[in-house]
């Protein structure tokens, strides 16, 4: 056999050797071979021809020796397979030991690889806890060790900025130029980036001039992030002049490119107006405007604020500037975002601004009823393992009651959102425990009533759990040559051991459900990590029960939880730290957890006053109590619905606010509420009715100054005067103007000069005593009963010469009206120069703002001053012109109007007719957006009408009303209606031949109605040769009269009797 170990998965396969193979052969080969001699002897001795001649002793001898021969073979077969099978025997005994010890070592094998593995997890394991416990212990936000420095360069040169950075994990570092990202692959040859051993440099290779810009690199981990910025200057070098030597700095450098420079003049043209929106949406508010000059490398700085606070580039907020107009975009809206938003433009030489409100609604609620979403979370007073979240509640009018609150908290970096309370908590604030040392968390927060959940509020701004004392224990020493020591106080602390019992345990907040306890950490605290474990005691108990034993605390506040209400408990703080637990601190005073912050009490009287067509000022009396106020809500309803709104979706800190999106001549009461920590006060009374309509601009009392005029023109000279036209101010003041004052000054003159001490009627005037090829400018001032209002913008400089053409000079006073979707009225006045001829007709202008060509809306000059342009492009804004036409051609252009955006306001009306009770014939119109100052002017072909022997006007309240004296068709014409003191409020009527007939017709309806009757005139015969004659009608009043006519000739009551029963009259 061989001795070769054979494994055991083979040995189910039978494998013999050749001897073994001969052996078995050579067996069955000697037994074949004894039994064919056997058999041959047995034939031999029985053959017939021997049988008769063999004697018998020989037969049995053969016989014998036959059968010893058969015996022999057997035995010796039998002896030959006993070996063989000892020999298996003893093969497989020997091949099942080799098996046996094969399989003790396959297990011993097994076993000390499975402990092996197990070792390695253990080591992997404990590997990985100490790795995390080091990652812990060396987590921080990136803090910026050199910071960036400006640099100064000629054209050509290249330049380095580099900082250094230190934090864990490692940050990653971007480099802006004027807050746009550098990326080195858009153009490789000009910049390019290092990183190495947190040294972080950009090169910039050749600046050029517009590489002068301020540089900024942010440095972000998962635990916050820092900046540096640094101002580069690339000057540019006159040819033939060689650049300053290294380190030679010129005297005068250029300014960078953040820096405003003086006498830069912002006018805002399109401006967002008051907003209204809804949660979750996103939304820009932009404004356009013209700068002068407009240079490239100088210009204002634009500046978004949101109730007087700066606001930043941010996940929620994206800042544009550039190309005449400012944007700020919203990438998801929330309550967080109302307010009083205000756009500045900053310049050396001043500020100009312009604000206006945004309104965010409440998304639709998940579960119908539910609240709406909480605002403003906040995270204050972070620790290793500890802060405190507080949030605005939302304003509840049409739901039920918020009966508490969830507080979420998410590592950052991850979508794991955890709920920190079990129940809901009922004050919007809440200490949340169990946090992380030096991860960074953020939170939101879930309001709850009886139908349901909120939405989540705006997630908080990430906060780090640190704690802020650390960086107090540690001082920096600036040495020579840049060098610096960071000494720490745990290097001075010496070899304590044991800590010594927290000091000034006290509580900083108390709550019906929980008391945050506040201390000082011992002094001396030894170098080694300290811990903290809180104890209470009911008062009168005797026993102690510790609070946290299952996790120790690292900050120096804990909020203590489950605490009997009306209870008074004392506590006591111990420190630990590996080598063992301090003495108890001393016990506090006794605290009893109970509400010391109270629900406001309600504001009081509330007022509300007239601001615009659309708003109102509501004012209020604050409460007695204004204490941690977080501010107030409005609500407001119109008058018999019962049914209340709410005006804004975020509380406001003042006693006065404007409430927008009301409808114009609807009737509204307001009320207020309080609103704090723990909830709301009870709601105002409700404010008297009032009525939205337009108040009187810069009122006082019950009027003011008027508004400037604009639009100054020159209409004609004569190279010693000049005579000019502007238009009336938009707004009277709620007085009718008395007259305008005008003041002239040369060019490059600084004095302003009186042109007339008496009013001027008009709105044209000729100034006299100029001097010929001189250039003046002019402004205007209206008056009213109150006074004086602010003068215009100066005119252009005007040049004092005569006019001799024999074209017209422009048309003035271009007045626009009427504007509807697709058309739109234009109404101008004569030029007061004719020029040679007599002015024949008039051509009419237009145009798209922002494009070039002009359009002529009239093939041939229209001789009225007025046009109605039509097939405008809705939602367009357009500029008008118009050119006076005599026969020695075309004159001078008016000015262009002032842009106008073809769009009919919502709610527009017209002018409708009608006759009334009395079968008189009238047009009317109402006007919701009329004041107490404003006035009706009707006018017939837009002329103001004042013939009031034909006509006959009445205003009450909203309403106006032209009435036709004795109408005929000298009536027919173009009816039109201003309303002053509005938007430009107006409307027009043709009156037709068609319209007049149906209008008179109907008048004579009512003047001479047809009586309808019962009966026909009938008749009978009496005695005497009496005849009496009657007729029934269906109704008749008691003040009918009657006659009877026969033969053509009224009967008198001389000659008849003439009765006159209920309905039947009759005569004998």
């Known amino acids: 056999m061989s001795s070769v170990a054979v494994p055991f998965y083979q040995r189910r396969h039978k494998h013999f050797d050749q001897s073994y193979r001969n052996i078995q052969t050579r067996y069955v080969l000697e037994e074949y071979a004894a039994r064919k001699a056997a058999s041959r002897q047995t034939a031999y001795y029985e053959l017939p021809g021997l049988g008769k001649t063999t004697c018998r002793l020989c037969a049995r001898r053969a016989r014998s020796l036959a059968h010893e021969a058969i015996q022999e073979s057997r035995k010796r077969t039998h002896e030959q397979k006993t070996h063989a099978s000892e020999e298996k025997r003893i093969r497989f005994a020997n091949e099942l030991s080799v098996l046996e010890k094969e399989i003790h070592t396959a297990r011993h094998r097994a076993r000390e690889h499975l402990d092996r593995l197990e070792v390695q997890r253990m080591v992997e394991e404990n590997m990985a806890l100490e790795r995390h416990a080091l990652e812990e212990s060396i987590s921080r936000a990136p803090e910026i060790l050199v910071r960036l420095r400006s640099h100064t360069v000629w054209e050509k040169m290249s330049v380095s900025l580099c900082f250094t950075v230190q934090g864990f994990p490692t940050p990653v570092v971007q480099w802006y130029k004027n807050e746009e990202l550098i990326s080195p692959a858009s153009d490789p040859t000009k910049y390019r980036i290092e990183s190495k051993y947190g040294v972080h440099v950009l090169h910039i290779n050749r600046a050029d001039f517009d590489d002068s810009a301020t540089y900024s690199a942010v440095a972000t981990n998962i635990h916050g992030q820092a900046s540096t910025n640094c101002a580069v200057v690339v000057r540019r070098y006159r040819e033939g002049e060689e650049p300053h030597p290294a380190g030679i700095m010129p005297f005068h450098l250029p300014l960078s490119y953040d820096v405003c420079f003086t006498h830069i003049d912002v006018q805002f043209l399109e401006k967002f107006g008051v907003t209204f929106a809804t949660e979750g949406e996103t939304l820009t508010l932009k404004c356009s405007m013209l700068i002068t000059p407009d240079l490239k490398r100088l210009q204002p700085r634009a500046e978004w604020y949101r109730d007087d606070v700066l606001i930043k580039d941010s996940k929620w907020t994206k800042l544009y500037f550039g190309e005449g107009q400012a944007a700020l975009s919203f990438t998801h809206l929330n309550k967080d975002d109302e307010g009083l938003y205000t756009l500045r433009m900053v310049t050396r030489g001043g500020v100009s601004e312009y604000s206006a409100y945004l309104f965010v609604r409440d998304a639709d609620a998940l579960i119908a009823g539910a609240p709406g979403a909480p605002m403003d979370v906040k995270c204050h007073d972070a620790n290793r393992d500890y802060v405190i979240v507080t949030w605005k509640p939302p304003n509840t009018i049409n739901e039920s009651p918020v009966i508490g609150y969830f507080v979420d908290k998410c590592e950052v970096g991850l979508e794991n959102w955890v709920q920190c309370n079990d129940a809901p908590v009922k004050i919007c604030k809440y200490p949340v425990t169990g946090l992380y040392e030096g991860r960074s968390y953020i939170f939101r927060v879930r309001a709850v009533n009886s139908a349901g959940i909120s939405r989540p509020s705006r997630v908080s701004e990430p906060v780090a759990a640190l704690d802020p004392v650390d960086l107090e224990r540690t001082q920096t020493i600036h040495v020579d040559e840049g060098r610096k020591v960071v000494i720490s106080k745990d290097d001075l602390e010496g070899d304590i051991q044991i800590p010594g019992p927290p000091t000034n345990v006290h509580a900083s907040e108390i709550n019906k459900t929980y008391v945050v306890l506040s201390w000082d950490p011992p002094v001396p605290r030894g170098r080694e990590p300290l811990t903290y474990f809180i104890e209470k005691s009911m008062v009168g108990s005797g026993s102690w029960q510790r609070v946290n034993a299952q996790v120790a605390v690292k900050s120096p506040r804990y909020a203590v939880f489950d605490l009997a209400e009306g209870k008074p408990y004392v506590f006591r703080v111990l420190s630990a730290n590996k080598h063992g637990i301090s003495d108890p601190s001393e016990i506090t005073v006794p605290i009893q957890p109970e509400d010391t912050i109270v629900a406001p009490s309600t504001p009081g009287q509330v007022v509300a006053t007239r601001n615009t067509k659309t708003s109102v000022v509501v004012q209020w009396d604050k409460p007695k109590h204004e204490e941690d106020l977080y501010g107030y809500y409005i609500d407001y309803s119109v008058v018999g619905s019962n049914h209340w709104e709410p005006s804004n979706h975020k509380p406001i800190k003042y006693n006065r606010f404007v409430v927008h999106g009301l409808e114009t001549g609807q009737q509204y009461i307001f009320r207020v509420k309080a609103v704090n920590a723990v909830g709301f006060s009870e709601n105002s009374q409700e404010s008297e009715a009032i009525t939205v309509q337009a108040a009187l601009r810069q009122s006082v009392s019950h009027m003011a100054c008027p508004s400037y005029p604009h639009g100054i023109t020159l209409l004609n000279c004569d190279g010693h005067s000049m005579t000019l036209g502007w238009k009336a101010p938009r707004y009277s003041g709620g007085s009718p103007i008395l007259g ?329």
Not at 743 to 750: G, P, V
Not at 958 to 968: A, G, H, Q, T, V
């Open 740 to 1068: 305008y004052y005008m003041d002239k000054r040369e060019a490059n003159h600084q004095n302003w000069h009186e042109v007339n001490s008496s009013l001027i009627i008009q709105t044209i005037y000729t100034v006299e005593d100029l001097t010929e090829d001189a250039f003046y400018e002019f402004k205007v001032a209206a008056a009213n009963v109150v006074g004086i209002g602010q003068p215009s913008d100066p005119s252009e400089h005007f040049k004092c010469k005569a006019w001799t053409m024999p074209e017209p000079g422009p048309a003035y006073d271009l007045t626009i009206c009427e504007v509807r979707n697709t058309s739109l009225v234009l109404l101008w006045k004569a030029p007061v120069y004719e020029g040679k001829s007599p002015i024949t007709g008039y051509l009419v202008d237009y145009k798209e703002v922002d494009t070039e060509d002009w359009i002529t809306a009239n093939e041939k000059p229209t001789p009225k001053r007025y046009f109605k342009v039509t097939n405008l492009q809705e939602g367009h804004s357009y500029v008008f012109k118009v050119r006076a036409v005599n026969d020695g051609g075309i004159g001078k252009s008016s000015e262009i109007s002032e842009p106008v955006l073809v769009e009919a306001r919502p709610g527009t009306k017209e002018i409708f007719s009608g006759v009334d009770d009395e079968g008189n014939i009238y047009l009317a119109f109402e006007c919701k957006e009329a004041t107490d100052a404003s006035h009706f002017v009707w006018g017939k072909s837009y002329e103001e009408i004042d013939d009031f022997d034909k006509f006959k006007i009445e205003t009450e309240g909203s309403c106006s009303k032209l009435y036709f004296k004795n109408p005929d068709k000298s009536d027919l014409g173009t009816y039109s209606i201003s309303v002053s003191d509005t938007d430009g409020v107006s409307s027009s009527f043709v009156m037709d031949d068609e319209e007049f007939e149906r209008l008179m017709a109907l008048s004579n309806e009512i003047k001479n109605p047809t009586i309808p009757l019962k009966s026909e005139l009938a008749y009978e015969v009496l005695e005497k040769g009496q005849v009496r004659f009657w007729i029934q009608a269906e109704s008749l009043s008691p003040d009918s009269t009657f006659r009877f006519v026969i033969n053509d000739r009224e009967v008198e009551n001389s000659d008849v009797s003439i009765y006159s029963v209920l309905y039947m009259c009759d005569f004998v």
